[in-house]
């Protein structure tokens, strides 16, 4: 089995700042792709930002320039710096890590952590 936990949501002002943590665990195997996505009340799951493990990085426009993902392979965990949050950012953030097992790719998704940005 694999777990998949998230840390470090809560509460913030507006221009604030937080740091998501995501640490898989359990029969890891080659990750492939991590990544964030959010999904606020009454919408849909969107992309936050994703990572291959060679390091490229892909984000969501209305983040760009504000928020930062990063890994450590060797400690199977994914980061996401969101700095100068608004209101319009909040959401439940989940990790998402995309796995090669005996050649099938299998998606693996977090609980997720609040997020939430206060006026």
């Not at 809560?10 to 990544?35: H, K």
């Not at 977090?110 to 006026?119: P, Y």
């Amino acid at each position: 089995q694999v777990q998949v936990v998230e840390s470090g949501g809560g509460l913030v002002q507006a221009g604030g700042s937080l740091r998501l943590s995501c640490a898989a665990s359990g029969r890891i195997f080659r990750i492939n792709t991590m990544g964030w996505y959010h999904q606020a009340p009454g919408k849909q799951r969107e992309l936050v930002a994703t990572i291959t493990n060679g390091g490229s990085t892909n984000y969501a426009d209305s983040v760009k320039g504000r928020f930062t993902i990063s890994r450590d392979n060797a400690k199977n965990t994914v980061y996401l710096q969101m700095n100068s949050l608004n209101p319009d950012d909040t959401a439940v953030y989940y990790c998402t890590l995309q796995m090669r097992v005996l050649g099938v790719l299998y998606d693996y998704w977090g609980q997720g952590t609040q997020v939430t940005v206060s006026s």
